[in-house]
């Protein structure tokens, strides 16, 4: 069993910075590719970061430039740095990860999907 972790989210000034993390735990093989996404109220889910096994990013327009995304593959460890945060920017920011476990005597086992349970960043203005 896989479990993803986020934290330090909180409550910034509009222009602030954040970074948010996501630890996973459990029988771990290894972490694929990763993504972060964020759900504010009435809205639907949306990717706002993404860093494959390989430490390839991408970024969707709406925070290119401001939000970047790095991984610890020791510590099993995704951040998410947010600069220049907007009033808009205030959601509940999820990580979701490509996860291959480990099986009991430590060889690749299945891969599946994860979702942490989310970390609420609330930008003022």
């Known amino acids: 069993q896989v479990q993803l972790v986020e934290s330090g989210g909180g409550l910034v000034q509009a222009g602030g910075s954040l970074r948010v993390s996501c630890v996973a735990s459990?029988?771990?093989?290894?972490?694929?590719?990763v993504g972060w996404y964020r759900q504010a109220p009435g809205k639907q889910r949306e990717l706002v970061a993404f860093i494959t096994s390989g430490g390839i990013t991408n970024y969707p327009d709406y925070v290119k430039g401001r939000f970047t995304v790095s991984r610890d593959n020791v510590k099993n460890t995704v951040h998410l740095q947010k600069n220049s945060l907007l009033p808009e920017d205030t959601a509940v920011y999820y990580c979701?990860?490509?996860?291959?476990?480990?099986?009991?005597?430590?060889?690749?086992?299945?891969?599946?999907?994860?979702w942490g349970q989310g970390t609420q960043v609330t930008v003022s203005s």
């Open positions: 459990g029988s771990i093989f290894s972490i694929n590719d």
């Open positions: 979701n990860a490509d996860v291959t476990e480990a099986t009991v005597r430590g060889f690749r086992g299945t891969t599946r999907g994860y």
